[in-house]
């Protein structure tokens, strides 16, 4: 797959927590469940990025794109 003509991913956010071994043993937790084309990611989140947020995509999770229908006149 060309990844210039991929869509972009929407990620969904799993939980927010305040220590990065926090978020560590939910990512793993997450990856031994769905070992497969489960991407995970822990970013840090909020006000002075103190907390750190766990993120995962799945190819399941891609939204088919809407067509718009004209109306004939």
């Known amino acids: ?3 210039n003509k991929e869509k972009n991913k929407s990620w969904k956010r799993v ?3 305040n220590t990065y ?3 560590l043993s939910k990512k793993e937790e997450l990856l031994c469940e ?3 084309h489960l991407l995970v990611k822990i970013k ?3 006000q002075g990025r103190h907390k750190f947020q766990v993120k ?3 190819p399941d999770y891609i ?3 809407k067509t718009k229908k ?3 006149k």
């Open 70 to 72: 004209r109306k004939k």
């Open 15 to 17: 939980g927010i927590f």
């Open 44 to 46: 840090r989140y909020g």
């Open 1 to 3: 797959m060309d990844p």
């Open 63 to 65: 939204k088919p794109t």
């Open 21 to 23: 071994e926090g978020a």
């Open 56 to 58: 995962c995509w799945h």
């Open 34 to 36: 769905f070992p497969e």
